[in-house]
């Protein structure tokens, strides 16, 4: 008798969408939702969430109808990698401010990849990463971040 599941990354993967989706849902309800044209705090999560679990659907549907690989072991570094520059970005960017918050958090992530070198152009890459994440949030969205902390002002 053949299993069930029968591509186990895409199972997991809609676990993960499902169960993430969940729980954006159900945080998201508890806010005053709006309308399209005048959207509360609780549409944009909603709406996400919802996509979310129709992934995760979709996702649990194709693991039993193709054939995928099995899920391999748990890599320690980059979950690691990735989990200590969302921490470290969250924990300081109002700290030391946008700039170098964002420089950490990519540095750090990329550094838990075994492939990772520093080059030039992804130096270059990440320089003009940071003036489009610092033009698109604080300057078009008008998200109150200091682009740089108060350690650095005189």
């Not at 693991?63 to 470290?88: H, M, N, Q, T, Y």
């Amino acid at each position: 008798m053949q299993p069930v599941v029968r591509a186990p990354k895409e199972f997991w993967l809609g676990v993960v969408y499902l169960s993430f989706g969940v729980v954006g849902l159900w945080v998201g309800l508890g806010y005053p939702l709006g309308t399209a044209g005048r959207m509360g705090p609780g549409y944009m999560p909603s709406v996400i969430a919802t996509i979310l679990i129709v992934f995760g659907i979709v996702s649990l549907i194709r693991s039993v109808r193709i054939d995928g690989e099995a899920v391999g072991k748990l890599a320690p570094r980059p979950l690691l990698g990735v989990i200590g520059g969302v921490v470290f970005f969250a924990f300081f960017v109002t700290r030391i401010g946008l700039i170098p918050s964002i420089f950490a958090l990519v540095l750090i992530s990329a550094c838990a990849s075994p492939d990772f070198r520093f080059r030039w152009y992804a130096l270059a890459g990440l320089v003009v990463f940071v003036a489009a994440c610092c033009l698109l949030f604080v300057q078009g969205l008008g998200v109150p971040l200091p682009l740089i902390g108060p350690w650095f002002s005189f």
